[in-house]
T-cell receptor, first 112, second 117 residues
Framework: DGGITQSPKYLFRKEGQNVTLSCEQN?????MYWYRQDPGQGLRLIYY???????QKGDIAEGYSVSREKKESFPLTVTSAQKNPTAFYLC???????????FGPGTRLLVL | DQQVKQNSPSLSVQEGRISILNCDYTNSMFDYFLWYKKYPAEGPTFLIS?????DKNEDGRFTVFLNKSAKHLSLHIVPSQPGDSAVYFC????????????????FGSGTRLLVRP
């Protein structure tokens, strides 16, 4: 049963704390992405990775960091430098053959 | 500067009737478009796509039309069902590099569709 999983579903962050969101896929896709959704807005690209050990900043990378040590995993860290972290975070991977990105179920991050 | 726009934040239709969701874009270099459906607190689900070499693509109850000269596309759902009630996002493919087929999606702000029984 292939797909993209994200955990946790809900995450609470305290002031000054770094938190890490997990994204795993077993679709054998090379490229993976992190998007952020705010209420009433479309998704915006945070970071992307085209291949293992490579990643690039997207449109709103400030205050975030990523790693891509394994093909299956692309975790996102929301650092204390991100001043407005409350949002719904979505991970996606690219099926190059179908030219389509498929999304995980998302993680909602809330600030305490 | 919003490159993909969905100017109707919401749409309400009667079950069995046609739903038409609209999307406009500003960048004439965009050559591939996708529609996603999203329920609250879930990830977007891919619905249908269209390449700029076509003006229509159909998949069951869903049809997407592309008017390149007007930089406009629309998603038609016929007949609409209550289970279609969700937020629909239009997205355009924007290449990240010229070296491979990796791209990012530029999303519109979404249209919330309500199908009334």
């Amino acid at each position: 049963d292939g797909g993209i999983t994200q955990s946790p579903k809900y995450l609470f962050r305290k002031e000054g704390q770094n938190v890490t969101l997990s994204c795993e896929q077993n679709l054998n896709h090379d490229a993976m992405y992190w998007y952020r959704q705010d209420p009433g807005q479309g998704l915006r690209l945070i970071y992307y990775s085209q291949i293992v050990n490579d990643f690039q900043k997207g449109d709103i990378a400030e205050g975030y960091s990523v790693s891509r040590e394994k093909k299956e995993s692309f975790p996102l860290t929301v650092t204390s430098a991100q001043k407005n972290p409350t949002a719904f975070y979505l991970c996606a991977s690219l099926d190059r053959g179908r030219e389509t990105q498929y999304f995980g179920p998302g993680t909602r991050l809330l600030v305490l | 500067d919003q490159q993909v726009k969905q100017n109707s934040p919401s749409l309400s239709v009667q079950e069995g009737r046609i739903s038409i969701l609209n999307c406009d874009y500003t960048n004439s270099m965009f050559d591939y478009f996708l529609w996603y459906k999203k329920y609250p607190a879930e990830g977007p689900t891919f619905l249908i796509s269209i390449s700029s070499i076509k003006d229509k693509n159909e998949d069951g109850r869903f049809t997407v039309f592309l008017n390149k000269s007007a930089k406009h596309l629309s998603l038609h759902i016929v007949p609409s069902q209550p289970g279609d009630s969700a937020v629909y996002f239009c997205a355009a493919k924007s290449m990240l590099t010229t070296m491979d087929s990796s791209y990012k999606l530029i999303f519109g702000s979404g249209t919330r569709l309500l199908v009334r029984p």
